[in-house]
């Protein structure tokens, strides 16, 4: 049995661009708690981050916002040499243009978790991390931030007063720093669902995963990321919810699982 009662089940969405679609979302989006919207610069554009919102609203799903580096084109996920003070403008520029649609739609913004490019280097770059939590403390110091645990990001929303949601990625390999492995080498991103599934409930129950490199690491993670851009997403998220109920642990969002 788990220490664990409850548990965030969190999913990007929102990140189809005009005649472009990308995800699943209105499949997983009733099997989710909470879900990163795209915010415009990575993928997503207004209708899209309208229609996003809205039906978070309509299932009861707590919604955050999900902004990355200015590169549609290479979809957030290049890294991009920019200033502290560019970081923060960019990441509050984005929390402005989702929160419209958030009011507009009678919803309530959640929290914050960082996209691609611009997640990966918070997770190691105390100045990144530092420009991330600032935008966000700036823009509403009662908003959450999700990340990585152990990682820079944490440290940074420990310095700015913010709430931090540690996550655990379903179908992504770790180093042993507890970063995540290169999308391009081999076994980064990990396709079988049973597999995928068995990690997350080693995670619950013993706060552990396996490396990449096949150590042993320590997590502590109150939220799971899972993926909702191919045609098998809702049976993985619905066999990720059957798992976690059958070692007694409910699906929750991120307010409701720190009690806030």
Do not use: W
Request: proline share 2%; net charge negative.
């Amino acid at each position: 049995m788990s220490d664990i009662l409850h548990i965030d089940l969190n999913c990007d969405l929102g990140e189809s661009y005009g005649a472009f679609k990308v995800g699943m979302d209105e499949e997983v989006i009733p099997f989710v708690t909470s879900v990163n919207v795209a915010c415009g610069y990575h993928g997503g554009d207004p209708v899209v981050m309208e229609k996003t919102v809205r039906m978070a609203v309509q299932n009861g799903t707590a919604i955050g916002a999900h902004p990355g580096f200015p590169d549609l084109m290479g979809f957030g996920r290049r890294d991009m040499k920019l200033s502290r003070d560019e970081i923060r403008a960019c990441v509050q520029y984005q929390l402005g243009a989702l929160y419209a649609f958030v009011r507009a739609c009678g919803g309530e913004l959640q929290h914050v978790k960082a996209h691609g490019a611009l997640y990966n280097m918070a997770g190691r770059d105390l100045n990144t991390a530092m420009a991330l939590a600032e935008a966000v403390r700036a823009f509403d110091s009662q908003l959450l931030l999700l990340g990585l645990p152990n990682s820079r990001m944490e440290e940074a929303a420990a310095e700015c007063g913010l709430g931090y949601v540690s996550e655990f990625f379903a179908d992504r390999a770790y180093n042993d720093d507890g970063s995540l492995v290169d999308r391009r080498l081999e076994g980064a991103v990990i396709h079988d669902s049973d597999l995928a599934c068995r990690r997350v409930v080693r995670m619950v129950r013993d706060h552990e995963v396996e490396t990449h490199a096949g150590n042993l690491l320590r997590l502590d993670c109150r939220s799971v990321c899972v993926h909702g851009d191919n045609a098998a997403a809702v049976d993985f998220v619905r066999q990720i919810r059957a798992a976690l109920g059958q070692q007694g642990v409910e699906a929750a969002n991120m307010r409701q699982v720190l009690g806030r």
